[in-house]
T-cell receptor, first 113, second 112 residues
Framework: NAGVTQTPKFQVLKTGQSMTLQCAQD?????MSWYRQDPGMGLRLIHY???????DQGEVPNGYNVSRSTTEDFPLRLLSAAPSQTSVYFC????????????FGPGTRLTVL | GQSLEQPSEVTAVEGAIVQINCTYQ??????LFWYQQHAGEAPTFLSY????GLEEKGRFSSFLSRSKGYSYLLLKELQMKDSASYLC?????????????FGAGTRLAVHP
């Protein structure tokens, strides 16, 4: 199993550009989520999904969209990038909502100029 | 709401024992997690405590006191590879869909 994979690893955007961060898992996990991590702050939940076709907002959802058309994939879309979205983005999954262990992807380091 | 506090940095010597603390305030409680995160890498799961007491996993142990809103991670026989950030987290809301609230993390530096 590849586990949780994320692409790209690094990305530089200009203010106002849009892009999609990809996340995939091959463990047949029901639950997937997106976090951002900023210096001096913990991981903050952006959006999550408890299964295909079901998504919901986390702690900091503004400026981001998600969809879950398949169990495996959970892309995160930045609609109009802003410098405040410069961060490291982690995707995570667990076999079901409420499971004890989440598995994190390697992260995407995004810089918005 | 939920909030967690951790010291920002702890230093220790190789071979020693170190304790990393986490205090939390929650409107309810359904377990506390500890994750390890090496610089530039993803967090990895270490432990999950839902009942009071100490749980041991090899060199790592985690303690929980629900009445005091307090947990700590105990690392024994420290090795250089233990240098990392350690994040505590609680569920939000308690019993919900695995929405986790994380503390800011404690950076552990292990010196020879």
């Amino acid at each position: 199993n590849a586990g949780v994979t994320q692409t790209p690893k690094f990305q530089v955007l200009k203010t106002g550009q849009s892009m999609t961060l990809q996340c995939a898992q091959d463990m047949n996990h029901e639950y997937m989520s997106w976090y951002r991590q900023d210096p001096g702050m913990g991981l903050r939940l952006i959006h999550y999904s408890v299964g295909a076709g079901i998504t919901d907002q986390g702690e900091v959802p503004n400026g981001y969209n998600v969809s879950r058309s398949t169990t495996e994939d959970f892309p995160l879309r930045l609609l109009s990038a802003a410098p405040s979205q410069t961060s490291v983005y982690f995707c995570a999954s667990s076999y079901r909502a409420g499971a004890d262990t989440q598995y994190f992807g390697p992260g995407t380091r995004l810089t918005v100029l | 709401g939920q909030s967690l506090e951790q010291p920002s940095e702890v230093t220790a010597v190789e071979g020693a024992i170190v304790q990393i603390n986490c205090t939390y305030q929650t409107s309810g409680f359904n377990g506390l997690f500890w994750y390890q995160q090496h610089a530039g890498e993803a967090p990895t799961f270490l432990s999950y405590n839902v009942l009071d007491g100490l749980e041991e996993k090899g060199r790592f142990s985690s303690f929980l006191s629900r009445s005091k809103g307090y947990s700590y991670l105990l690392l024994k026989e420290l090795q250089m590879k233990d240098s990392a950030s350690y994040l505590c987290a609680v569920r939000d809301p308690p019993g919900g869909y695995n929405k986790l609230i994380f503390g800011a993390g404690t950076r552990l530096a292990v010196h020879p």
